[in-house]
């Protein structure tokens, strides 16, 4: 049974900085990929940054690029998702989430989510 435990996320200001963890456990995760999505209320979720996990190759929407930074650590089966630069409109709860398939943004496709972490950026 795959397990995925976010953790990192909390209240800061404009321009901060913060790291998310995601410890993932249950499977051999060398042909999947690792991501992060985001929710507010009201709106779907929306895909933040994705990592192939053997071949570290990473993915970013065009909202985040240049500011949020994925990676991995295989040793501890750990993705993070580390964030600069921070602004308002980047509040929301962060979810980590593992896919089998093809990387994709499209959050129907991924198979197994975290429970989730909230990240409040204050104007």
């Known amino acids: 049974q795959v397990q995925l435990q976010a953790s990192g996320g909390g209240l800061v200001q404009t321009g901060d900085s913060l790291r998310l963890s995601c410890i993932a456990s249950g499977r051999t995760f060398d042909d999947d990929s690792m991501g992060w999505f985001r929710q507010t209320p009201g709106k779907e979720r929306e895909f933040v940054a994705g990592i192939k996990w053997r071949s570290e190759h990473t993915y970013y929407s065009d909202s985040v690029k240049g500011r949020f930074a994925i990676s991995r650590d295989k040793t501890k089966n750990t993705v993070y998702l580390q964030m600069n630069s921070l602004k308002p409109e980047d509040t929301a709860v962060y979810y980590c989430?593992?896919?089998?398939?093809?990387?994709?943004?499209?959050?129907?496709?991924?198979?197994?989510w975290g429970q989730g972490t909230l990240v409040t950026v204050s104007s």
């Open positions: 989430a593992v896919t089998v398939g093809v990387l994709t943004f499209d959050s129907v496709e991924w198979d197994w």
